[in-house]
């Protein structure tokens, strides 16, 4: 499995999502709708859709969430709708967003941005990474 289409779990009751290694994309709306309170990606993942995990019914409860180093394409709001308090990004180059990450007026400052060490200003540059005022490096 190297593609989780589009709507794939759309409008599912999934709690725990864990996505095996290998998948390398999340299609558009893939899971969109669902009741996740964790997710776990592959650190084979390169591509996630628009929409991909917008508007969780109980994703406030899912607080960090973790994109591995080799996402390079990140869709339009791909965690529209959801709280959480902590982005971990191990990507070392912030790829380009066409869109906020969430929905409008979601609260930045409320939310820490991991990023690899070396890297916090690259993100502090990038269009829509640079909405983060907590930026740390680890």
Not at 73 to 81: A, C, D, T, W
Not at 95 to 114: H, I, N, Q, V
């Amino acid at each position: 499995l190297k593609v989780i289409e589009d709507e794939a779990l759309y409008f599912t009751s999934i709690l725990d999502l864990v996505i095996p290694e290998g998948v390398e994309e999340i299609g558009k709306s893939a899971c969109e709708r669902t009741g996740i309170r964790s997710i776990t990606l592959p650190a084979t993942l390169r591509k996630i859709g628009d929409n991909a995990f917008a508007w969780h019914g109980t994703m406030g409860t899912c607080k960090t969430i973790v994109l591995p180093a080799g996402v390079e394409e990140i869709g339009r709001r791909p965690f529209l709708g959801c709280e959480f308090t902590a982005l971990d990004c191990r990507m070392p180059t912030p790829p380009a967003l066409s869109a906020e990450l969430c929905r409008s007026g979601f609260d930045y400052a409320k939310c820490t941005l991991y990023v690899p060490v070396g890297c916090a200003d690259k993100y502090r540059k990038a269009n829509y990474w640079n909405k983060f005022t907590n930026i740390i490096e680890k």
